[in-house]
């Protein structure tokens, strides 16, 4: 008897050291890693034209007849399954519908100068032309001009935020700020140029997008993102903890070990982690990814091969991409033969598109994927370190995944907000601009009005 006590004993010891010792690996923070500007255009480095140059969407003629006849010559689409929406994929059916439209009904010559209502910009950094629009306050008499960097994601672009910049660079009545908008195209993506050999991961485009906050005057700035723009500022903040304000993004998430251990664990006792409303929904959140994520691992590791299919055919395009408005919008969504997207303004879709197919764009896009999931990227440890600057995480219902408030306060450690928007998915400048600017206003009046009472109370 007293041998087993004493085998329980030490077995207890060995248990408690271990627990600690793994308490002790899951909250050791690594360092944070030394970014320098490196050149990543193709071949040796050439001196940088560091100028601010005006930029004018308009492609040629002859490329719009291309897509014309590319779309002409479609060939017959294979008939979906009876009784079937968008489980197996895109809905061909509907296809014919989307490509209908965009051949009789879609003027690009009208969109372009949609487009162009906005100022565009283009700048050399890194060896790589950047695009990307600035907006300034329509009136900014007696407010304070906040200078906010928007960023898109996969398979998005600039045309998501054409409706929340109005609602972002125009005043209110009961605030004594406003913004002044940059947004720009992601390296690899529609109008700025795409690396010319390998590494240019999240936190590299931030470094690139650092400097463009710095050559347009911005010592200080504030940060709204999703999908990858969201990671890529997830990882600025944590580069620039001194010159960016405040982080608000509609996708906050975190990759850590610690997280994932949560995560684990919180599928299996979801009281300890989710609201009780959302429990039923989260516990088959994990076979959602699974259906969700094939993209994922193609793009992850042979981003060329589909950049292929997708760049030769723009009916491929259309399919490959608007699937991902449709169920990242709403999962329920795959049921329908539409996949939703008659809920969408065709035109707002289709924008998006033809900035991937008129700029030939789509392979250099999906390689985000890889140099993000390589062993070197990973090497790096960014999801270890937590985010030290105010963040706001606003999850939207119907976004591709639930991330607790336990998992997002072990990553963000100033957490000033979780909002739990009322409606919207992955896609939420596009979806629902309204909700998001609120959000972003509401994120950016806590901090200043937080700011102005800690003056008072020093000043005191």
């Known amino acids: 008897m007293g041998c087993c006590l004493k085998v329980i004993g030490i077995i207890s010891v060995l248990s408690a ?230 982080y608000h993004s509609n996708m906050c998430s975190t990759s850590s070990l610690k997280a994932k251990i949560q995560n684990v664990v919180s599928h299996f006792f979801p009281s300890l982690f989710i609201s009780e409303d959302r429990i039923e929904e989260y516990r088959n959140e994990f076979s959602n990814i699974m259906l969700e994520s094939g993209y994922l691992h193609l793009q992850a590791t042979k981003p060329d091969t589909i950049g292929v299919v997708l760049n030769d055919s723009p009916a491929g395009l259309a399919a490959y991409i608007l699937e991902k408005f449709s169920t990242w919008t709403n999962k329920a969504w795959r049921n329908l033969e539409d996949g939703g997207l008659e809920k969408y303004n065709k035109v707002a879709l289709l924008d998006n598109i033809m900035i991937y197919w008129l700029t030939g764009s789509i392979t250099t896009s999906v390689r985000l994927y890889s140099e993000s999931f390589s062993r070197n990227y990973r090497a790096l440890k960014m999801d270890e370190i937590p985010v030290t600057v105010p963040t706001s995480c606003a999850r939207l219902p119907h976004e591709t995944m639930y991330i607790s408030d336990i998992v997002l306060r072990s990553s963000f450690l100033d957490l000033v907000q979780i909002t739990d928007l009322p409606k919207g998915g992955h896609f939420a400048a596009f979806e629902v601009p309204d909700i998001l600017a609120d959000d972003v206003w509401k994120f950016i009046k806590k901090l200043r009005e937080h700011g102005k009472k800690q003056k008072q109370k020093e000043n005191k």
Do not use: C
Not at 186 to 199: K, M, V
């Open 17 to 246: 050291i271990g627990i600690g010792l793994l308490w002790q690996y899951l909250n050791e923070i690594p360092q944070i890693p030394d970014f320098k500007l490196e050149y990543w255009a193709a071949g040796p480095p050439k001196p940088e034209d560091k100028t601010i140059r005006p930029f004018k969407i308009n492609f040629p003629e002859s490329a719009l007849k291309d897509l014309e006849m590319r779309l002409n010559n479609t060939r017959t689409l294979t008939k979906p399954l009876e009784g079937i929406g968008f489980q197996y994929g895109f809905n061909a059916n509907y296809l014919n519908k989307i490509l209908k439209f965009w051949k009789t009904e879609y003027k690009w010559k009208e969109r372009e100068a949609f487009l162009n209502k906005f100022p565009h910009f283009k700048t050399q950094i890194s060896g790589l032309d950047i695009h990307f629009m600035h907006v300034k306050p329509s009136d900014s008499k007696g407010k304070t001009v906040l200078p906010l960097l928007v960023m898109h994601g996969w398979p998005g672009s600039i045309r998501e935020f054409y409706d929340l910049i109005p609602l972002l660079i125009t005043p209110k009545a009961d605030t004594n700020f406003v913004f002044e908008v940059v947004a720009p195209s992601l390296p690899g993506y529609g109008f700025s140029d795409g690396a010319g050999r390998p590494g240019l991961g999240p936190a590299q485009i931030g470094v690139i997008f650092n400097e463009l906050m710095g050559r347009l005057g911005f010592d200080k700035y504030y940060i709204q993102g999703g999908d990858w723009g969201s990671i890529i500022g997830h990882s600025m903040a944590i580069l620039y903890p001194n010159r960016v304000s405040a």
